[in-house]
T-cell receptor, first 115, second 112 residues
Framework: GAVVSQHPSRVICKSGTSVKIECRSL??????MFWYRQFPKQSLMLMAT?????????EQGVEKDKFLINHASLTLSTLTVTSAHPEDSSFYIC???????????FGPGTRLLVL | GENVEQHPSTLSVQEGDSAVIKCTYS??????FPWYKQELGKGPQLIID?????GEKKDQRIAVTLNKTAKHFSLHITETQPEDSAVYFC???????????FGKGTSLLVTP
């Protein structure tokens, strides 16, 4: 149990294009999901908190118009990187909490490379 | 906000030895302290967690201790094996349902 999946696992795109990353809780429902970004050899940095049925909460310094988050159901949250640029190249990881303890389990991550 | 510091940044041990990783946190409101193992190119995997009402928790070769007064918690891995080699992250949050504040990670290498 407590499996979180992400799709795609890896994506390469041209500068200026938009990329959508999906995060799914496979065997449980998640009211809240979190999106993190991790640069090489660095720690995970929280980007935003995604709540089902409401607007996401973004961390300071994260542009909400650039990183669009949609949490349309209790098992799916999506992160869209709009007009991606090379500096957006990173490892994007989502996590979801499991009731009732809300322990967070992470997805396998999505490697984004913007050329 | 919460600030989590983690030491050491790298740790090399011989197979069979113990490994200890230490973290400190700043926010006295933090009550939940998980540890994650991350292998190259993969997402973090929860290996053990502890809540503030407990001082120690053990799961086979892995144990975590928590000192709320001193605001520090530690991960102990005994009888290390080469497959334990990975980056380990500590984290803290006010509750298990909140976003996590991560330490900078410890790269553990277990040599045969």
């Amino acid at each position: 149990g407590a499996v979180v999946s992400q799709h795609p696992s890896r994506v390469i795109c041209k500068s200026g294009t938009s990329v959508k990353i999906e995060c799914r809780s496979l065997d449980f429902q998640a009211t809240t999901m979190f999106w993190y970004r991790q640069f090489p050899k660095q720690s995970l940095m929280l980007m935003a908190t995604s709540n089902e049925g409401s607007k996401a909460t973004y961390e300071q310094g994260v542009e909400k118009d650039k990183f669009l988050i949609n949490h349309a159901s209790l098992t799916l949250s999506t992160l869209t990187v709009t007009s991606a640029h090379p500096e957006d190249s990173s490892f994007y990881i989502c996590s979801a909490g499991v009731d009732p303890e809300e322990t967070q389990y992470f997805g396998p991550g999505t490697r984004l490379l913007v050329l | 906000g919460e600030n989590v510091e983690q030491h050491p940044s790298t740790l090399s041990v011989q197979e069979g030895d113990s490994a200890v990783i230490k973290c400190t946190y700043s926010d006295s409101a933090s009550n939940y302290f998980p540890w994650y193992k991350q292998e190259l190119g993969k997402g973090p995997q929860l290996i053990i967690d502890i809540r503030s009402n407990v001082g120690e928790k053990k799961d086979q070769r892995i144990a975590v201790t928590l000192n709320k007064t001193a605001k520090h918690f530690s991960l102990h891995i005994t009888e290390t094996q080469p497959e334990d080699s990975a980056v380990y992250f500590c984290a803290a949050s006010p509750n298990s349902g909140y976003a996590l504040n991560f330490g900078k990670g410890t790269s553990l290498l277990v040599t045969p």
